[in-house]
């Protein structure tokens, strides 16, 4: 088993010990601009840590990281599926005229962190997350 420390935005570091069970992320090419890192962990004592890492290039939005504990791999994976992608983002200022362009950014990040949520979920396989 191997020693983690997660940094956590806003919230105290978290460490423990265990393996890295899966990563992925949705970038797709290197000139991406805002992506999200997703790592799943199993803690030496059975449970399960669930990092998802906002990434953004602009200077206004920087990066943000959350982690939590699960007791169960299917509360993990919940927690990959629920999160809200776009919440650490900005976009564009609310009082510019490019609304329209707000709803592509947003549905574009979203719509990227749910692939890259799926196919971690995905790797797990149905007979992994029944309790």
């Not at 919230?11 to 790592?39: A, N």
């Not at 169960?72 to 329209?100: H, I, N, V």
Request: charged letters at 35%; proline letters at 5%; aromatic letters at 12%.
């Amino acid at each position: 088993m191997k020693k983690y420390t997660v940094i956590r935005t806003g919230e105290m570091p978290l460490q423990f010990e265990g393996e890295l069970l899966w990563e992925e992320t949705s970038k797709e090419r290197p000139e991406d601009s805002r992506w999200h890192e997703l790592r799943l962990y199993r803690t030496e004592n059975g449970k399960y840590v669930v990092e998802i890492l906002s990434v953004s290039t602009y200077r206004h939005e920087g990066q943000t990281s959350s982690a939590n504990v699960f007791d169960t791999l299917k509360a993990a994976c919940r927690e990959f599926l629920d999160f809200p992608p776009f919440c650490c983002f900005k976009g564009y200022p609310p009082w510019s005229d490019r609304q329209e362009d707000q709803a592509k950014l947003e549905d574009w990040v979203c719509r990227r962190y749910r692939e890259a949520a799926s196919r971690l979920v995905d790797r797990l396989g149905p007979a992994d997350i029944v309790e």
